[in-house]
């Protein structure tokens, strides 16, 4: 894992205009059809975060979820991994769209 660079993260948010950046940390919120439908996309992005040993914060209220990514480990800034998770969410909330 490593951090990102400036430049590379502005790479990542051109190719991911769903996320942004703020305060070394990359944010995605997403408002899904209902509660059962986010609680379901949440369980296969857990599944994913655990996989890669990487874990988000996030908020749930009914059909909306905030996700907030940044590495702890790493002094709380962006690294590859947490660029990673967040192209694995997109495709997990594309499906669950």
């Known amino acids: 894992m490593e951090k990102v660079t400036d430049k590379q993260l502005q790479e990542f948010l ?3 205009p769903n ?5 070394n940390v990359i944010i995605r919120k997403v408002k899904f059809k209902d509660f ?6 949440m369980t296969a992005m857990a599944f994913e975060a655990e996989a890669l040993g990487h874990h988000p914060e996030w908020t749930n209220v009914y059909s909306s979820l905030d996700i907030r990514l940044s ?3 790493e002094g709380n800034t ?4 947490d660029t990673d998770l967040a192209k694995r969410i997109e495709h997990i909330i594309s499906v669950f769209e």
């Open 14 to 16: 051109k190719t991911q």
């Open 19 to 23: 996320w942004v950046s703020e305060n």
């Open 36 to 41: 059962k439908t986010a609680f379901s996309a």
């Open 71 to 73: 590495t702890h480990d």
């Open 78 to 81: 962006v690294t590859t991994k």
